[in-house]
């Protein structure tokens, strides 16, 4: 079963406008959230991440919004840049820490 | 500061036989975990070891192992590969829950 999804696969945003990614989970024991940006070649680099007590998490053009009763989080870029480019994978952590979940990935696509 | 370090790259490997790949941590991080991750989808967790006790397994089989060193670098072994062992294994390290991943050893299995 597929505990943490992200519906989807591609999104094409222009170049100074926002770029809105989404994710849901559904194991309700996860307490921490990740999302990471990936190029091809590398590994995963970590973004930025929000606990459960907090429903947003704001750093620089990145800012996370939790929704618990829905179990669905989202990740704005504000402005979008063609260096955002890459796939954009959340993830969730139980509270034990690490061992991570991750959905299946957005292919973002940012736009001159 | 040096971040997450694998070896080798790349390895080309047959069916049925055996791989050791190899990580290195962020300089102070006793945690390291292993994921695999295939074409099109994301990292699957497969173990986490911290100060050289296995903390958790994700659902692979006996077929994978690992461990960790009294450096807290780690290993983890495939025996008896299989065409679908090949993937990218992505290691990483972590103080806390923000796990940090190396670049990855791309394995083939042919």
């Known amino acids: 079963d597929q505990q943490v999804k992200q519906n989807s696969p591609s999104l094409s945003v222009q170049e100074g406008r926002i770029s809105i990614l989404n994710c849901d989970y559904t194991?309700?024991?996860?307490?921490?959230f990740l999302w990471y940006k990936k190029y091809p070649a590398e590994g995963p680099t970590f973004l930025i991440s929000?606990?459960?007590?907090?429903d947003k998490n704001e750093d620089g053009r990145f800012t996370v919004f939790l929704n618990k009763s829905a179990k669905h989080l989202s990740l704005h870029i504000v402005p979008s840049q063609p260096g955002d480019s890459a796939v954009y994978f959340c993830?969730?952590?139980?509270?034990?820490?690490?061992?991570?979940?991750f959905g299946e990935g957005t292919q973002l696509t940012v736009n001159p | 500061d040096a971040g997450v370090t694998q070896s080798p790259t790349h390895l080309i490997k047959t069916r049925g036989q055996q791989v050791t790949l190899r990580c290195s941590p962020i300089?102070?991080?006793?945690?390291v975990s292993w994921y695999q991750q295939v074409l099109g989808q994301g990292p699957q967790f497969i173990f986490q070891?911290?100060?050289?006790?296995?903390?958790g397994r994700g659902n692979f089989p006996d077929r994978f192992s690992a461990r960790q060193f009294p450096n807290y670098s780690s290993e983890l072994n495939v025996n008896a590969l299989l065409l679908g062992d090949s993937a990218l294994y992505l290691c990483a390290s972590s103080l806390w829950w923000n796990e940090f991943f190396g670049p990855g050893t791309r394995l083939t299995v042919l």
């Open positions: 300089s102070g991080h006793k945690s």
């Open positions: 993830a969730a952590s139980p509270p034990s820490g690490s061992r991570l979940t």
């Open positions: 070891y911290y100060e050289k006790e296995e903390r």
């Open positions: 929000i606990s459960s007590i907090k």
């Open positions: 194991n309700s024991m996860f307490d921490y």
